[in-house]
């Protein structure tokens, strides 16, 4: 099948990474992303990564992808009560969103 | 920023009344998508439509549902006879391509409630 499979919550303290993981299942996927999703919000981009790349950065986020296991984390470095939301993966031209999961920041 | 708009942010239907969802893509976005979420649920793809045409279509989109882009700038989704269980978050989303590094743009959702 064609499924996205997530962790469904995550708590962690303010100031701690934070890191999240996804798997999917079809390795022919070019691009994979990351939605963020706010309480009473649209799923608003995030990040991707191209499959080529094992590793991207961006400011406080960090995607890594293991095409052989076919897993993907996002982390995040300095988590802020502010990044508390639904996190989804999602793979280019699917369909499919993970069950996402729910980041909580304790101050 | 370009932005996908959706109106109405929130509709109150009776069950069996039609409903038409409205979306304004971004302007220069080729692929439009229709997205659902009950809440505290996972997001449920519904439709793809490309090139005046459905591309992809779920099992959830049955005879109830269609899509219509009217004109060259908005992209509607009609519930023809209206269900509780169709209570839901409809998201619009467009993309300028299929695949590509900008992902999909999402529009904040319209919250249906049928009561």
């Known amino acids: 099948g064609e499924d996205v499979e997530q962790s469904l919550f995550l708590s962690v303290r303010e100031g701690d990474s934070s890191v999240i993981n996804c798997t999917y299942t079809?390795?022919?996927?070019?691009?994979l992303y990351w939605y963020k999703q706010e309480p009473g919000a649209g799923l608003q981009l995030l990040t991707y990564i191209f499959s080529n790349m094992d590793m991207k950065q961006d400011q406080r986020l960090t995607v890594l992808l293991n095409k052989k296991d076919k897993h993907l984390s996002l982390r995040i470095a300095d988590t802020q009560t502010g990044d508390s939301a639904i996190y989804f993966c999602?793979?280019?031209?699917?369909?499919?969103f993970g069950d996402g999961t729910t980041l909580t920041v304790k101050p | 920023e370009p932005e996908v708009t959706q109106t109405p942010s929130h509709q109150v239907t009776q069950m069996g009344q039609e409903v038409i969802l409205r979306c304004v893509p971004i302007s220069n976005h080729l692929y439009f998508y229709w997205y659902r979420q009950i809440l505290g649920q996972k997001v449920e793809f519904l439709v793809s439509f490309y090139n005046n045409e459905i591309s992809e279509k779920s099992e959830i989109f049955d005879d109830q549902f269609s899509v219509e882009r009217p004109d060259g700038s908005n992209f509607t989704l009609k519930i023809r006879s209206t269900k509780l269980e169709d209570s839901a978050m409809y998201f619009c989303?467009?993309?300028?391509?299929?695949?590509?590094?900008?992902?999909?743009?999402f529009g904040s959702g319209t919250r249906l409630t049928v009561v």
């Open positions: 999602a793979e280019a031209g699917k369909s499919t």
């Open positions: 989303a467009s993309s300028e391509r299929w695949q590509g590094n900008y992902g999909y743009t």
């Open positions: 079809d390795s022919s996927s070019t691009y």
